[in-house]
């Protein structure tokens, strides 16, 4: 008998389980058999036929006998390629082909059939969750993945492009060649294509897209086609403070379990799915629980243009992670929970001809149309939407007007000192503060009190159209440093509410 073990790991929505990779051959058995069992899936049933082509083309002998692989614990489904490369070193260790010691290893990796190692999703959540709970842990990766190793610190990690490389490692004075070295690309100068100097005129809704900026707040812009309306989304992520290291790291985990190779986010997601995305690709599932459009644009910016056209079981699904910043996908045998700490940004038509109030073009809608249309947006969903504007049309002669506009990066500094005013006051930034919390830190000066209580009166306002607005005024208050929300800061806040309809 002839017996290896070697450790691996599988990923379970946005969590990492260890995984323990057993060999056995008995080369008295008369027939060939290879075998793998521990509840594997299809993708792994079929490494059998990988790793057997690639032990053989890779110089080494595939052991004679019954070879028997088992990933424990037994009692749980396994997925994904990745156990390719932990099978097929096990092999090699139990067959004496190589000799290491392997017990502090960590090892993944896709084999093709001439003994290349292929990247693999999920190397970054791997990396950082086994490195925190096992402090003498080190890693065999493949190469392709390499810069995902950027943020582990002080641990082996090597990187190999063939199967045949592993000898080599298993030779302390080779292995040093095959050691991780990524680089510290996140670091690097940003040029960004796009500029906020780029929109003329359009002051109202600048002045509001950086409000909404500088206190994370969901905003909703509303005009007719060419008014603006996504260029000033775009533009978002370029006023928003830059990230930090941990949130650098959580998105990153979050585009590494979805399926992208050494995408490091260093710079603020923007995601704009179409409107006919369906809410499994927006709030994630799949039979694996991927995570959707919501996770993705963790950190950043989730634009979604024609807001009214997406499916209504679409609108609704927003609602949660926007209250709470994450969502939770359950599935039969699996619950997996992702962040979910988006900007939303949504953009819409006033009615179906996108020309209600247009001064320049006359609308062909009817009322009952246009109320229609407008009603796809449904109260809970507009409650949770805390800047609501109307952009007009930009006049011809502000197109043609030499640029003078603002740049971003000065958008940005202004943007940055009122976010780190919030963070040193409260722990998170304005919008995303609960009703408990905006009584806690929001201080209004007297005048500015009786102000709001007799707006909020005539408009009939509700309590979390009430908090809309204090939120706001704070976030107003803090881009100009002030201690307390005063009545000018609560009078700019009401002209974000929109029209009633929006």
């Known amino acids: 008998m002839k017996y290896s073990k070697v450790n691996s790991a599988y990923i379970s929505g946005f969590e990492v389980k260890p995984i323990i990779v057993e060999v056995d051959i008995n080369s008295k058995a008369t027939q060939q058999i290879f075998k793998i069992v521990g ?134 004075e080779d292995r040093t060649t095959y050691k991780s070295n990524p680089k510290n690309i996140y670091n690097e100068d940003e040029n960004e294509d796009l500029d906020f100097s780029d929109i003329k005129g359009q002051f109202f809704a600048k002045r509001a897209a950086e409000i909404a900026a500088a206190g994370f707040h969901n905003i909703l812009m509303k005009g007719s086609p060419g008014s603006g309306k996504t260029m000033i989304a775009r533009r978002i992520p370029t006023i928003l403070p830059k990230m930090t290291h941990d949130e650098i790291i959580e998105s990153t985990k979050i585009y590494s379990i979805y399926g992208y190779l050494n995408k490091i986010i260093y710079k603020r997601p923007f995601r704009a799915p179409h409107h006919s995305a369906s809410t499994a690709s927006i709030i994630g599932g799949g039979s694996e629980a991927k995570p959707g459009e919501v996770s993705l644009a963790n950190n950043g910016v989730l634009f979604l243009d024609e807001f009214p056209e997406f499916r209504n079981d679409v609108i609704e699904s927003l609602r949660q992670p926007m209250e709470d910043g994450i969502v939770t996908i359950s599935r039969a045998k699996l619950v997996a929970t992702y962040p979910a700490k988006f900007m939303l940004v949504a953009a819409q038509n006033p009615c179906p001809c996108g020309y209600y109030g247009d001064p320049e073009h006359e609308c062909t809608c009817s009322i009952l149309q246009i109320n229609n249309y407008n009603k796809k947006i449904s109260g809970p969903i507009k409650d949770r939407i805390d800047i609501r504007i109307n952009i007009p049309r930009v006049k011809i002669e502000e197109i043609f007007k030499d640029s003078t506009e603002e740049k971003s ?20 930034l304005n919008g995303k503060l609960s009703q408990k919390e905006v009584k806690k830190y929001i201080f209004l000066e007297n005048d500015a009190e009786e102000f709001l209580k007799s707006a909020a009166k005539k408009y009939k306002m509700t309590g979390r159209g009430v908090n809309r607005i204090l939120k706001v005024s704070r976030t107003i208050a803090d881009l100009k440093s002030n201690k307390n929300v005063t009545i000018e800061d609560v009078a700019e806040a009401f002209q974000f509410r929109g029209d009633e309809n929006i």
């Open 39 to 172: 509840m594997p899936n299809t993708a792994i049933l079929e490494s059998q036929k990988r790793v057997y082509s690639a032990i053989r083309n890779s110089g080494f002998t595939f052991p004679n006998g019954n070879v028997t692989v088992n990933l424990a614990p037994s009692n749980i489904k396994k997925q994904g390629t990745h156990f390719d490369l932990p099978i097929a070193i096990s092999i090699l260790l139990a067959s004496k082909q190589i000799n290491m010691e392997i017990d502090n290893y960590y090892i993944f990796g896709e084999i093709g059939l001439n003994g290349e190692i292929r990247g693999i999703p999920g190397i970054t959540l791997f990396l950082l969750e086994i490195a925190n709970s096992n402090k003498d842990a080190k890693f065999i990766i493949p190469k392709e993945n390499e810069e995902e190793s950027l943020f582990i610190k002080n641990r082996e990690i090597y990187v190999i492009e063939k199967l045949s490389d592993i000898v080599k490692i298993s030779n302390e």
């Open 409 to 428: 990066k000065s958008i940005r500094e202004r943007v940055a000192i009122a976010s780190k005013i919030q963070i040193n006051r409260q722990g998170k």
